[in-house]
């Protein structure tokens, strides 16, 4: 099990954070266009689900699964989007992503004076706090 990388964007689809742990394969292309291919898929897959859903569908999606990894997403009241893609082994971590949010993002983003909503995340102390966690994590296995 592990963890390859962490995607956090804004309401209008601006990637504010990116991190990566694990990842064997890089896209052959511009991280710019990365992000936008990104959050375009976040983007599709939450309306597909919300037009195909045969009941009320709230909460929309939270993960999905290809043949190689397994992408799990949490968006917040704000409309924040956390999608951090793992091996397929990991089951759901949406109390995980939660906690990024609440506890890391909420306090070293959001309470920092220094920081600025709506911008790319340059603060030290949130890049150390979201790593020590993620590499705290049962299913976090550093792939050699």
């Known amino acids: 099990m592990t963890i390859y990388n962490l995607y956090i964007f804004d309401r209008n689809g601006v990637c504010l954070f990116y991190q990566e742990w694990t990842r064997e394969k890089h896209p052959g292309m511009s991280q710019e266009e990365e992000f936008k291919l990104m959050y375009g898929m976040i983007f599709s897959i939450k309306s597909f689900v919300s037009r195909m859903a045969p009941v009320d ?16 997403f949490h968006e917040t009241a704000s409309g924040l ?52 966690y993620v590499r705290g994590l049962p299913f976090f296995t550093k792939v050699n």
């Open 57 to 72: 569908f709230k909460d929309g999606f939270s993960s999905f699964c290809t043949s190689s990894y397994k992408l799990h």
């Open 81 to 132: 989007k956390f999608v951090m893609n793992t091996s397929l082994n990991v089951g759901s971590i949406h109390d995980e992503l939660q906690h990024i949010y609440s506890a890391i993002f909420v306090e070293h983003v959001v309470r920092n004076p220094l920081s600025k909503l709506g911008q790319a995340i340059d603060s030290q102390l949130f890049k150390t706090k979201l790593d020590s």
